[in-house]
Each structure stands twice: as structure tokens, then as C-alpha cells.
């Protein structure tokens, strides 16, 4: 079983003048899940090596179990700082891609060709693809075989306007994850704001928030059985 994770390059919050990138929990929760599981591992960025971690996810506050193992996990640590180029990936080496968010992927991962075409080859040749918090924000310029939105008529999930109000980042950010889900025709839902909540939608998995990323991680593996 070998799955693939892509992490966001990006660490600009904007014309803040500020630091984002993804959300180490969402990357240490199915890290650990998919590594517990025994499966193959990859990681993969847009620019290879060291992505940016968003300052705020390294807060006392927003640890957890997962996070905790990470920062006590060396080998852990080596992978994530030595990323593969996100271009040089191919589908076809993998069973499963999952995009774990943070808001950097809004300005890389959303508009990145390579990103985009890993998503539509993954989901044509019948494999899995899993998008937790802001990363359903990488399925923007995704399309189906017929050339219509990926996620036209699919239920989908994703980070809640309201929680985006709750982080005061509705100005900063390049669009509003719900608000580009409907735009282009999801079926979107959500459960409370931060209360862990999954959609699956044939190979397409969702997940709204930090605390969606480890249930969203355990769909994913029954997915592959």
C-alpha cells in the first residue's frame, strides 16, 4: 500500500507579512495513521525539501497525541524535510494520494498544474484522493473526465466560512474553501465548527477541519481495504 501525501511549498499569509503553511497535525495525524497501518509512505511538495509549517499549528494549544509522537520521531522529521518534487511524481507509483491543509496550499497547491493533473490521473485510474481543512481548496481547477468541476454534484466538505472567521483570515485569504466548493457546484455540508466531520463521495474523500484529518486518514485506508 503506498500512498502519497502533498504538502504546500507556500509560507506567505498574504499581505500580512506573516507566516503560514500546512498544519502539522493534519500532516502528523495520517502520517501516523497511514505509517501505523503499514503503509508506504511518500511526501512530495512543489518545491521539494523542507515545506514551511505554520507557526500558529505549533502553538502548546493545538497539540495533540499525533504531534506529539512527531516531534519525538527523528525519522519522521528526516521525511518531511527531505520532500520529492511534487512534479516528479506519478500516479501510477501510488495507491492513494491525501493532501493534509493549513492555508498555504489556497495560493500554491490550488493553481499548480502538476497538483491538478496528480489529482484528475489518481481519481481517473480508480485510486483514492483524500483533501482535509483548506486542502479541498486544491480540487479549485480540478476536472472530471467530461471537463466539468471534479466536484460538481459530489458531496464534498472543507474548512467552514465561519471557522475561517474564527482565525480572522476571511480578508487574507485568497477564497473561502465553502464558498469555492458551492461555486463549483458541491454538494457541501459541514457538522460544527472544529467538530471532526468526513465526506466521501465515490474515490473522493473530504474532511472539514484539523480534527477531521485523522477520520478522514482511516476512511482512506478501508478505502484500500
Known amino acids: 500500500m503506498k500512498i502519497l501525501m502533498v504538502l504546500t511549498s507556500h509560507d506567505q499569509l498574504g499581505n500580512t507579512g506573516k507566516k503560514t503553511g500546512f498544519w502539522l497535525e493534519e500532516f502528523a ?13 511518500t511526501v512530495a511538495s512543489p518545491h521539494g525539501g523542507q515545506p514551511p509549517l505554520d507557526p500558529k499549528s505549533d502553538d502548546p494549544s ?3 497525541d499525533a504531534t506529539r509522537r512527531f516531534k519525538a520521531d527523528p525519522a519522521a522529521q528526516a521525511v518531511l524535510a527531505s520532500t520529492h518534487k511534487l512534479q516528479d511524481m506519478k500516479a501510477g507509483d501510488f495507491d492513494a494520494v491525501f493532501y493534509p491543509g493549513g492555508h ?4 500554491d497547491l490550488a ?14 485510474a480508480g485510486k483514492p484522493v483524500a483533501a482535509v481543512c483548506h486542502a479541498p481548496g486544491v480540487l479549485r481547477h480540478v476536472k472530471s473526465a467530461d471537463g466539468k468541476p471534479l466536484v460538481q454534484g459530489k458531496s464534498v466538505t472543507g474548512f467552514t466560512n465561519t471557522e475561517e472567521e474564527t482565525v480572522g483570515l476571511t480578508k487574507v485569504v485568497p477564497f473561502l474553501v465553502e464558498d469555492m466548493l458551492k461555486k463549483n457546484g458541491g454538494n457541501y455540508s459541514k457538522s460544527g465548527d472544529w467538530q471532526p466531520y468526513v465526506v466521501t463521495d465515490g474515490l473522493l474523500i473530504t474532511g472539514q ?3 477531521s484529518s485523522e477520520p478522514a486518514a482511516q476512511t482512506l485506508l ?3 481495504g
Open 209 to 211: 477541519n484539523p480534527a
Open 104 to 107: 498555504g496550499p489556497l495560493w
Open 111 to 124: 493553481e499548480d498544474a502538476a497538483s491538478i493533473a496528480l489529482i484528475e490521473t489518481t481519481l481517473a
Open 62 to 64: 493545538a497539540q495533540t
Open 29 to 41: 495525524a495520517p502520517y501516523y495513521a497511514f505509517k501505523d497501518a503499514g503503509a508506504q509512505i
Open 222 to 224: 478501508k478505502m484500500l
